[in-house]
């Protein structure tokens, strides 16, 4: 593991996402777009202090399950015609096109274009080309000046190599810098003019832009719960499916992105009881022998019921939520409530726990 950034350079950092998301021109959300995916893929493929290559396929795979919901049309509320949201100013942005079309040939399932090869390969090559040509090398360009300080801009291939001090940051400030990229991606669709009269003055844009942890998820819960054999994911009690509450293993404000494998079932005391808050050691030993013992069970049913998943994704997902709670000190839930809960520090060793650590 490398050097961790001073704080000066962690603040510097920030500065210039802010300046990239607040001064840069828009033309398309492609830009929020892409730096939500980098985020990601720190999270999802980096390691702290070592610098990570990405390609442009890896990009779009990000950009489709973010695109995705986006492609479907929207309606602000009864009686407002419901229609997609342009992404472009002037004409349709390439990508939504795109995404649109494999939406419509597989019946708006994620699932099921990601099972056909070709048609996934086809969605993939084709995005991966867009962010190719839009908005990879221009994504650091404010004003008259070029940025580098996510990768180096070489102006040509498919690959750019995150520096160690980005993909540092990026796992690091992860909420606040998705938090940010989503509202300029917001204050940019409100901006364009075809879309006010769709939008209305909504409240909901951000859950339907980029998802909640609401109702949607109750809708596969008794697919956990035969994967817990009927019972509370946190203390064991018995449950019953009209009473159970599908909760994110890692906290949904912590990292906002619904990968199958991270979802547990719980009661409604245990689940308001941990809040947003990271499980105790005996949780994640659970948590990760539950999917070492019904992942791949439980990824077939996740793609019947058209879950997004991928249980890769999500062991690094736990060990990097993990391993900032170890940097922040921070303590973990074993039960109870918030005021007279039992918790418990988060120690180092806890993520050797987790399979593929080195
Ligand atoms: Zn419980």
């Not at 070709?118 to 990879?136: F, G, H, Y």
């Not at 912590?254 to 990968?259: A, E």
């Not at 809960?341 to 593929?356: A, K, Q, R, T």
């Amino acid at each position: 593991m490398g050097r961790a950034p001073s704080h000066r350079e962690q603040v510097e950092f920030l500065l210039q996402i802010q300046r990239l998301l607040e001064e840069a021109l828009f033309v398309a959300s492609y830009k929020p777009a892409l730096l939500i995916a980098l985020a990601d893929v720190a999270v999802e493929l980096g390691t702290d202090g070592e610098p990570l290559t990405v390609d442009t396929s890896q990009l779009a795979e990000r950009f489709v399950r973010l695109y995705w919901r986006q492609a479907a049309p929207y309606a602000a509320g009864p009686g407002r015609r419901s229609k997609v949201l342009l992404q472009n100013a002037g004409k349709q942005a390439a990508i939504v096109n795109a995404v649109e079309e494999a939406r419509a040939l597989h019946d708006g399932r994620f699932s099921t274009v990601k099972r056909d090869p070709k048609a996934w390969n086809r969605l993939i090559r084709s995005v991966a080309r867009t962010i190719q040509t839009m908005p990879l090398w221009k994504l650091q360009t404010v004003g008259k000046e070029r940025l580098s300080f996510l990768y180096e801009n070489l102006d040509k291939g498919t690959t750019v190599t995150l520096n160690a001090t980005a993909v540092y940051c990026l796992r690091r400030f992860h909420t606040l810098v998705v938090d940010l990229a989503q509202s300029a991606w917001m204050r940019f669709l409100r901006g364009l003019k075809p879309n006010r009269r769709v939008l209305g003055d909504v409240q909901d844009l951000r859950t339907f832009l980029f998802g909640s942890d609401r109702a949607s998820l109750l809708t596969y819960r008794h697919l956990l719960l035969k994967a817990q054999d009927g019972r509370c994911f946190y203390c064991d009690g018995a449950l019953r499916a009209r009473d159970a509450a599908v909760d994110h293993f890692i906290p949904w404000t912590r990292y906002p992105v619904d990968l199958g494998h991270g979802f547990v079932v719980a009661d409604a005391r245990c689940n308001t009881q941990k809040s947003d808050r990271l499980a105790g050691l005996r949780h994640l030993n659970r948590w990760i022998d539950r999917n070492e013992r019904h992942g791949d069970d439980l990824a077939a049913d996740f793609d019947h019921a058209d879950v997004v998943h991928d249980l890769g994704a999500s062991w690094q997902v736990t060990r990097w939520a993990y391993s900032q709670g170890v940097a922040a000190g921070a303590q973990a839930w074993i039960k109870g409530s918030r005021n007279d809960g039992v918790m418990e520090p988060i120690e180092p060793d806890w993520l050797g726990l987790l399979p593929g650590a080195t």
